[in-house]
């Protein structure tokens, strides 16, 4: 990762803070809740559900579940009805957090399409 980048990252996570940065511990336990909710593979990464990055996530442990390194990389910074919906489904079914961020994301897509 680049400085700058990196710095960006920084700032975004910052900027996204609800109750105070996320512990390194907490990390941890998160990664540690069990195999990757996309794919089933093992969980070396954290991803946040809602990213950070243009989407309004937020830097909490509501939104953050265990990832493997080619699903975060893959889903990168997609909300998840932008992403492949074959490993949304799957964490859909494995975590409540996803389940619960889908179905919100999905809201805002009937109330702005009017439905």
């Not at 069990?34 to 809602?50: L, M, Q, S």
């Not at 910074?77 to 996803?98: G, H, N």
Request: net charge negative; with cysteine.
């Amino acid at each position: 990762m680049s400085r700058s980048s990196g710095n960006a990252y920084r700032a975004r996570k910052l900027a996204a803070q609800v109750a105070g940065p996320v512990s390194a511990e907490e990390y941890a336990r998160v990664r540690a809740e069990g195999p990757c909710v996309y794919c089933g593979d093992e969980a070396t990464e954290i991803d946040h559900v809602r990213p950070l990055s243009g989407h309004g996530g937020w830097e909490h442990p509501s939104n953050l579940v265990p990832a493997c390194r080619s699903c975060n990389a893959s889903k990168s910074d997609r909300l998840l009805i932008e992403w492949d919906q074959t490993r949304v489904f799957r964490a859909v079914a494995a975590s409540e957090k996803v389940a619960a961020e889908y179905e919100r994301q999905l809201s805002d897509v009937d109330a702005y399409a009017g439905i």
